[in-house]
């Protein structure tokens, strides 16, 4: 069984940083796409970023620039790295694992039950 733990949120003003993780249990297969998700309150989750086996990322376009993911498959742990912060970018942040890389929630069997990060004007 796969499980996926994040850590990491807080609250930080506008303008701040933060640093996400996610711990992988070692049954996770090391071909898998990581991502992470973020679902503000009463919005859909939306995707934030993905990082295939061989190292590549992607983000989506309001959070590229602003935001690194790195992943260590040695370790299976995913970081994200986030900067600039934005009140917009409030929500709980998922940990999210599978096959295929892509935006699409329903591409991920496996996910993290979440950290709140809150950003103040």
């Known amino acids: 069984q796969v499980q996926l733990v994040e850590s990491g949120g807080g609250s930080v003003q506008s303008g701040g940083s933060l640093t996400l993780s996610c711990a992988a249990s070692?049954?996770?297969?090391?071909?898998?796409?990581m991502d992470w998700f973020r679902q503000a309150a009463g919005k859909q989750r939306e995707w934030v970023s993905y990082?295939?086996?061989?190292?590549?990322?992607r983000y989506t376009d309001s959070v590229n620039g602003r935001f690194t993911v790195s992943r260590d498959n040695a370790e299976n742990t995913l970081t994200l790295q986030m900067s600039s912060l934005i009140p917009d970018d409030t929500g709980v942040y998922y940990c999210?694992?599978?096959?295929?890389?892509?935006?699409?929630?329903?591409?991920?069997?496996?996910w993290g039950q979440g950290t709140q990060v809150t950003v103040s004007s």
């Open positions: 990082t295939a086996s061989a190292g590549n990322s």
């Open positions: 070692k049954s996770l297969h090391s071909s898998y796409c």
């Open positions: 999210a694992a599978g096959a295929l890389c892509g935006p699409r929630t329903d591409w991920y069997p496996h």
